[in-house]
């Protein structure tokens, strides 16, 4: 299987061989932030076509079909629209915390994009302890969220910090409870490490009914995380009009908006990389030739394609459900949710052991 | 909360939610309902009877029946519509009587009730089927409805 | 309907007693009023105050009371009451004995000047605070220049103080108290709002998500149509009549040709009552379509709003073809249809009934067992059978308190006697059966519409009728089940071409009271919902 390790190996090199190890380090890293900037803008852009499609297909509907064959351009046109648009200034509002907050959110989601296995040799941050990293990393958001909540100086945005407050901090907890099996099925908290030991077997098949559980909870409780679906709360628009971001225009809006998609995206790759082998083919013990053709197909789709069936459930998930309450919300977690995947996490740990 | 029923619960709102999932990918693979508008313009995808525009046919040599009653003017409940009429000789008899001059139809205050054609005693005038009244300018919503250098269709001889 | 007699009500001695338009009339002196409403109220069973329609007979302002006892529902009992006073004229409040009375009489006070005393809230309803004069008084000075129009934006200070009055030694004393303490939360919903559907203004208090009190300020689609149908002749209001509640456009008009043609003592031919109710029921499952998709949107499925939209066009696609309207028909008119049913017409309906069929076991898979849906519905908003009777809460929101109050069965209009349909009822009053029963009801509906299809007898579909249509001077008065509950007009006639007071008993109304009733406790996310549920279409209520 090609490796993206050859392309980034070579590009060092050259860089090394033309400039001291400092500046080659320094040209690296700005290299690996563009293109991750890059990546980010466009899979949000490709998100946002993505999912408007898709709701329209769910709701009997066409969707975008204006810009370019299919609509394709949609999402294109608005970002340019929405870069045009006025910021609007909110009056009575905390100016410097009303700002910062879009770019909490945002740059809580890059930090955990970063983090991601793409594909074989394609993985800018590799830490020992990447799932303690994600799980860190990615409730940054949640800062962003109050403080935009709290600094726009309005009811609706407040109701829906304090909601988003409340929903994201417990269903964090499910979430690291569900991650926190495939650690103990893998023993490593190193993500390139987990996606290695799966080479063989996926850990969905390989974990069990515990790891189906813990996939199931996973996409539950990340799912929450994002604020989508029948999670929506901080932002239902039935009630709060538009929860936190009511007051935000322009690119702010623009910012929550593209972290909202990535967030999605993020809450799948990371389900990928831990139960459905990441960039790993899909390998059936004894099959050799099926195993060997799968070999071909380049690690990147395998990764993107087990991301889209992921978000494409969350969407389904989406468009299908109302919206819960705020006490059905938190019930669901504390009795429901919790309970199950501490059992889970008991049963894990039994299933290794034996 | 008994256990059994607890669990029994979780089991029964997983089908139940895979239910309406299940339902939302049967729209998702069903044709789509989405009307094209300018792409389906040649189509007839209203009902012939549809009101769009209040309009007075004129036949080939350029008569309409309109006898300026003012019937429609007075049941109009919004004052769309205006009769102005003048005093014109009558070739055959030789008398004065009052002929149509301008019918002005206001667009932009019709409701489309159907008062006035209900109850034109000539049917004189009809609704058509056109729906594209846009302007830019709401001047252009008042609109004339008699053509230039018409006049009242003579009476048939039986 | 006219046969209905009223023996068991025995009357008291200061009213006099007339039989007008199968009603029996009582006429009592403004100073016993409260005195006869209460009699009326508990010991004749008059427990469901259908309406108060205030009056200006130029000498004297009054008002008509329409009652109806609840285990007789047929009958419609009137108490009527007048003031010669033009100053200040006050009669005694009776939302003590009727909750609804208290949205009514500010309505009353509202267009009449008519002070309520012993109203704990006697705000203008629909008019700001600062409009000159009482529009559907005789003498009313419509000149713009009293009533300019704002163009900037303006606080609702005047939202906050509630007047209301006492009366001391028989003198009339205004006090006034505050709405809201200093500090309590207070989030508006409208009147431009995501989930209200239309401009409704509901002022809440919270406390972190739960509901204080909802103080709904209505009037921001107040178009004057009582006012208006004083110019305009009979078949000119018709249309009027439809832009009340826009969703059953065609129920209400029915009512209005219902009540000219009981005026005028004429009967529509079979064909049109036939058609007439069709489309009335055809009419009943658009509206609860888009009712059930607006409900399940306010809950956050924006996917069954769709699919309630979608079949929704169909009935849409049939009247359109038969009236050429799709929303506003104008098919009905005074004495029978305006057109021939279309040749069509009985293929397409055919073809909805099974489709519909299978939709509605869809929209049940899809929404009615989601556990979530379930869950937020069940035990929210429960409104009890004897609130909702209080509170004139008709229509599916009553008859799922266990209130049976279907016009169509307890005096049948139209071909509703013709056929075999059952009126769907449950007994929690919450916000679940209130949606059940709308689903249920569309059910009914097409059972209904299938026994009348095949059986559209030939004839004319019109009566001849003369040009200007004069009603005989009388007051007259109908009710229809419209998809929200009972719709009522009132025709005060003069024998003019023109009448003389028209009032349209909007079952709206009633439900935003419910609303205001019902939601104190619950969460704020289930305002939206409970409102959705209760079903109410603003125009309608501000009239």
Known sequence: ?354 | MNAGKYIKNIFVGIYRLCQGMYITMLNFCRPKITEQYPENRGKKIYGERFRGLLTMPHDSENHHKCIACGICMNNCPNGTIKVITRMEKDETTGRDRKVLDRYIYNLGSCIFCGLCTRSCPQQAIEWSNNFEHSVFDPGKLIKQLNREGSSLAPKKTE | MTETTDKTIQAPEYAETERVDGRTVFTVPAERLHDAARYLRDVAGCDFLIDIVGMDWGDSLGAFYHMSPTDRPAEVITLKTATTDRETPHLESVCDVWEVAQTYEREVHDFFGIVFTGNPDMRRLFLRESWQGYPLRKDYDADPALNPLHKESEPLSDMDVVPYFTLEDGRLVGHMRQMYEEDEYIVNFGPQHPAMHGVLHLRVSLDGEVIRSVDPNLGYIHRGIEKMCESYAYPQILHLTERLDYLSGNINRHAFCLCCEKALQIEAPQRAVYVRTIMDELTRIASHLLGWGSMCMDMGSITAFVYGMRDREKVMDIFEDTAGGRLMTSYYTIGGLASDIHPDFCRKVKEFIPYMRKMLREHHMLFTGNPIAAGRMKKTGRLTLDDAISLGATGPSGRASGWSNDIRKIAPYAAYDKVDFEVPMRTGGDTFDRYMVRLDEIEQSLRIIEQLIDNIPEGPYAEKMRPIIKLPEGEYFQRVENARGQFGVHISSRGDKTPYRVKFRSPCLPLVGALKHITPGSKVADLIMIGGSLDYVIPCMDR
Not at chain 1, 141 to 147: A, F, K, S, Y
């Open chain 1, 1 to 354: 299987m090609w490796s993206f390790s050859q392309l980034t190996d070579w590009i060092d090199r050259s860089l090394h061989s033309v400039m001291g190890d400092g500046w080659a380090l320094t040209v690296e890293f700005i290299l690996i932030g563009v293109a991750i900037l890059v990546a980010y803008a466009v899979l949000a852009l490709f998100l946002i076509y993505a999912e408007r499609k898709i709701c329209a297909f769910f709701q009997c509907r066409i969707g975008p079909n204006r810009v370019g064959k299919w609509g394709i351009f949609q999402s294109v046109a608005d970002m340019i629209k929405i870069l045009l648009k006025e910021l609007i200034r909110i009056d009575n509002s905390d100016k410097f915390l009303f700002r910062a907050a879009a770019f909490f959110v945002i740059i809580g989601s890059i930090c955990t994009f970063g983090a991601i296995p793409f594909a074989k040799g394609l993985h800018a941050i590799d830490f020992n302890v990447g799932v303690f990293y994600l799980t860190a990393v990615s409730s940054l958001g949640v800062v962003g969220i109050l403080l935009a909540g709290w600094s726009s100086n309005s009811k609706y945005t407040m109701i829906g910090a304090m909601r988003s407050g409340a929903q994201l901090i417990s269903y964090e907890i499910s979430a690291g409870l569900s991650l926190m099996t495939i650690v103990i099925l893998s023993g490593t908290m190193q993500l390139s490490e987990i996606v290695e030991q799966q080479g063989q077997a996926w850990f969905i098949f390989k974990g069990g009914l515990p790891a189906v559980i813990a996939f199931i909870t996973y996409l539950i409780a990340g799912h929450a995380e994002t604020n989508r679906g029948p999670f929506d709360q901080p932002e239902a628009e039935s009630e709060l009009t538009a929860g936190y971001h009511t007051e935000y225009s322009g690119i702010q809006f623009g910012f929550f908006y593209l972290a909202e998609y990535l967030n999605a995206f993020i809450i799948a790759a990371i389900a990928t990389t831990m139960f459905l082998g990441g960039w790993q083919p899909l390998h059936i013990p004894g099959w050799e030739g099926f195993n060997r053709i799968m070999d071909y197909i380049p690690s990147v789709i395998w990764f993107f394609g087990k991301t889209c069936f992921c978000i494409f459930l969350a969407f389904w998930v989406r468009w299908s459900f109302p919206r819960l309450r705020i006490d059905q919300l938190l019930s669901f977690e504390w009795k429901i949710l919790m309970p199950i995947c501490l059992i889970n996490l008991i049963l894990m740990s039994v299933y290794v052991i034996l």
